[in-house]
Nanobody, 115 residues
């Protein structure tokens, strides 16, 4: 049972990336999914989350209007579309699946925003 993040990389300020979080060994259908990030020397912080149905989403103030979370349960995948990226978005991004005491984390994907 694992979550695998992908889609990170090096991008210039103002650029875009789409992160994916795919589950292996279980279905994400009944899990709320959160994206978190951790920059060097800083604590892990919540970025965005989406309910199991996809009907409810939340964003950190720092990413509102720039990031969009979505899910495709048929593909067992959750996405984080990141636009207008800033250097301060540089971090390792993790996804988390949460349901009734069950809690899974991925290994993270590095996002670096730099010119």
């Amino acid at each position: 049972l694992q979550l695998v993040e992908s889609g990170g990389g090096l991008v210039q300020p103002g650029g875009s990336l789409r992160l994916s979080c795919q589950a292996s060994g279980f279905t994400l259908d009944y899990y709320a999914i959160g994206w978190f990030r951790q920059a060097p020397g800083k604590e892990r912080e919540g970025v965005s989350c989406i309910s199991s149905s996809g009907g409810s989403t939340n964003y950190a103030d720092s990413v509102k209007g720039r990031f969009t979370i979505s899910r495709d349960n048929a593909k067992n995948t959750v996405y984080l579309q990141m636009n207008s990226l800033k250097p301060e978005d540089t971090a390792v991004y993790y996804c988390n699946a949460l349901r009734a005491g069950l809690d899974y984390w991925g290994q993270g994907t590095q996002v670096t925003v730099s010119s």
